[in-house]
């Protein structure tokens, strides 16, 4: 098994850009979420599915996009890039349908966005 | 809404020395506690978890208590290695208007040869 795939790994964008990032997993599992880490101020919560066509607001949803068409899909989408933006970003995964089992983390991808 | 407190943020200790972490939690429906380790470069990997039915948990070098009525949760790490240093995070879940895990701000393990 890949576990948990993100790509791309890094990615620069200019203010009101868009664009895609990547999650995939072939665990089979229900629940995917995304993150972004900033120094200081550990992981939050951006969204979260439980399965395929089900999708909801995590912490900070403001600013992203999300879809699960697919069990193993979960692409988090920026539509107009901004500064703020610019994060450490972490897909996620766990076979419960809720909190409350491991959460299994991809790589990650870097964002810079001046 | 949930908050969890982690301290300290960063940590410094001798090779062999053991190092402890603690963790605080508000939502007194929270019931599994797991801690992470994230290395450099790479996403946060579970180490350890405890769920809310025992007070402490152990593998190896590294165990978990938890005082459910204080709220908070430890993480303990014995007889440090270099290979000891990363970040560390603990969580909560919170299942209350949604399936969502709230993790602590981190702390940054320094194991000194």
């Known amino acids: 098994n890949a576990g948990v795939t993100q790509t791309p790994k890094f990615q620069v964008l200019k203010t009101g850009q868009s664009m895609t990032l990547q999650c995939a997993q072939d665990?089979?599992?229900?629940?995917m979420s995304w993150y972004r880490q900033d120094p200081g101020m550990g992981l939050r919560l951006i969204h979260y599915s439980v399965g395929a066509g089900i999708t909801d607001q995590g912490e900070v949803p403001n600013g992203y996009n999300v879809s699960r068409s697919t069990t193993e899909d979960f692409p988090l989408r920026l539509l107009s890039a901004a500064p703020s933006q610019t994060s450490v970003y972490f897909c996620a995964s766990s076979y419960a349908l809720d909190s409350q089992e491991t959460q299994y983390f991809g790589p990650g991808t870097r964002l810079l966005v001046l | 809404g949930e908050n969890v407190e982690q301290h300290p943020s960063t940590l410094s200790v001798q090779e062999g020395d053991s190092a402890v972490i603690k963790c605080t939690y508000s939502d007194s429906a929270s019931n599994y506690f797991p801690w992470y380790k994230q290395e450099l470069g790479k996403g946060p990997q579970l180490i350890i978890d405890i769920r809310s039915n025992v007070g402490e948990k152990k593998d190896q070098r590294i165990a978990v208590t938890l005082n459910k009525t204080a709220k908070h949760f430890s993480l303990h790490i014995t007889e440090t290695q270099p290979e000891d240093s990363a970040v560390y995070f603990c969580?909560?879940?919170?299942?209350?208007?949604?399936?969502?895990?709230?993790f602590g701000a981190g702390t940054r393990l320094f194991v000194k040869a």
């Open positions: 665990m089979n599992h229900e629940y």
């Open positions: 969580a909560a879940p919170r299942d209350t208007g949604g399936f969502k895990t709230i």
